[in-house]
């Protein structure tokens, strides 16, 4: 078998295909939740961000308890995949049920359904999710491997939610004889919902078996000992005191905010600024296919020669820099207006490097997350690797719901209008959403590029930590 410690191509893929699941859940719940239950199903869309802003908080909760029992799990099978195996059969049941409401509820009388759903649906990935990130710094400890193999676990979250998003705009949700615009097809969110969970179920069942040969390999759990509420919280609170887990916190809560704010106003800005054909949103979604086989390529090569932290902050602000562009330009008449030839292959150039520069800012983040692991051992003594990716995620979760509360909060003050379809939205509505999303969004990012500068980890002090923990053990 080769070194775990620099982990084979077919460890990087099997790994990595485990967070197609997460993508295909991301995707579902950022882009097509919110127009499927407010305009599609009749819930109102405050109602639908409250639902999801609940649900994200619940979750949330729950982060940091997995990640310290997935730390402390003893068993054959290792720390980590009693957990991933648990959540693979619910999770796929529950996320068809989602995109199948019942028949006999109709309007604000979904709400408690889609409440109940979508905590069921965060807790389980919550139980797959984090355990599987804690596997990153356990499957190799070399500071660029890492990057490398992170950067194949964001690349397929992205292809799984960008490959599910485009069969859904150009498979599932087409235009009928009655429904002109294909996002207002209520049955073909079922039959996406169908192939999404299988999707999801193929993803969890590959990870979790693809990586179960390294168990013996992976770290050991420390030795038994009586737990009490105050201990666990103790230990949690003494491994999450690092610096450095701070800049990153931070900048993960800043992102998550973006992420969502984004994700919310997708489609609105697709399908009613830019007035694009679901066909066309098909076309730019599929586009981010290339911007994640560009992340993956320059990604490591820019983390290797810079450092991730440096790497990180340049990647960033040309990110924050270019999302908001299309909008901004439009907004000061610069931009191809609506039915333009141009209008196109403008923005799906513009979308191919901005959502690379953020698959790539991603893919950094999480390397750095992967390295606190040891800079945490040294002065703690124990291994905490999934406290500290379930302390990024509950920031990500308890705050993305803010982002689309943002997202919701923008259409409020936009006064944008309801059950419309493509060109019939008043052009000061229009005007609106763009001329509050743009400042939002920049100020939003710039804030997780702040937080970033306080990261204090760099390649040297990884070596020097590595050093440390290998002469405690000689």
């Not at 999404?196 to 759990?221: D, E, W």
Request: hydrophobic letters at 50%; one cysteine or more.
């Amino acid at each position: 078998m080769s070194n775990p410690k620099i982990p084979s191509l077919a460890t990087k893929l099997g790994f990595g295909f485990g967070s197609v699941a997460y993508g295909v859940k991301n995707n579902g719940f950022d882009y097509f939740l919110l127009i499927f239950y407010s305009q599609v199903l009749g819930v109102d869309a405050p109602l639908v961000g409250l639902a999801l802003l609940i649900a994200l908080s619940v979750d949330a909760i729950s982060d940091p308890l997995v990640g310290y029992f997935s730390d402390n799990t003893h068993s054959r099978w290792g720390r980590r995949h009693p957990w991933m195996y648990a959540a693979i059969i619910p999770i796929t049941f529950a996320y068809y049920f989602l995109w199948s409401p019942p028949n006999g509820l109709t309007g604000n009388e979904l709400f408690p359904y889609l409440l109940v759903l979508s905590i069921t649906i965060r807790l389980l990935i919550t139980f797959y999710e984090i355990p599987c990130s804690g596997l990153i710094p356990e499957i190799t400890d070399d500071y660029d491997q890492r990057t490398s193999l992170v950067s194949f676990r964001v690349f397929f979250g992205w292809l799984g939610g960008i490959t599910i998003a485009v069969t859904a705009l150009s498979t599932f949700l087409v235009p009928t004889d009655t429904i002109a615009n294909g996002l207002m097809n209520a049955g073909g969110y079922g039959t996406y919902g169908l192939w999404a969970s299988g999707l999801i179920f193929l993803s969890m069942s590959v990870c979790a078996l693809s990586t179960h040969r390294l168990i013996p390999h992976l770290k050991a759990p420390p030795p038994k000992a009586p737990m009490s509420v105050g201990r666990i919280f103790g230990e949690i609170k003494e491994t999450l005191s690092n610096r450095s887990f701070f800049a990153v916190f931070g900048t993960a809560l800043f992102l998550a905010i973006a992420t969502g704010l984004v994700g919310g106003l997708n489609f609105y800005f697709n399908g009613f600024f830019f007035e694009f054909t679901t066909d066309q949103m098909a076309l730019i979604s599929m586009s981010g296919l290339l911007s994640a086989l560009l992340a993956l390529i320059f990604t490591p090569r820019i983390s290797r020669r810079l450092g991730k932290k440096r790497a990180a902050i340049i990647v960033g602000i040309a990110a924050c820099l270019a999302l908001p562009l299309p909008m901004l330009l439009r907004l000061f008449g610069l931009f191809p207006e609506n039915g333009d030839p141009m209008l196109l292959p403008v923005k799906l150039a513009l979308s191919v490097i901005s959502t690379s520069l953020v698959i790539s800012f991603q893919m950094t983040l999480v390397s750095m997350v992967a390295d606190l692991a040891e800079d945490s051992e040294v002065r703690t003594k124990r291994r905490s690797e999934g406290v500290f990716f379930a302390a990024t995620t509950f920031t990500t979760k308890a705050v993305q719901g803010l982002g689309l509360l943002a997202a919701t909060t923008v259409l409020t003050l936009a006064e944008f209008p309801t059950g419309v379809s493509p060109g019939d939205v008043p052009e000061d509505a229009l005007f609106r959403l763009g001329a509050y999303y743009v400042p939002a969004i920049f100020i939003i990012f710039l804030g997780s590029l702040v937080c970033l500068r306080f990261y204090k980890i760099d390649r040297n002090s990884h070596a020097k930590n590595l050093s440390t923990l290998a002469d405690a053990k000689s």
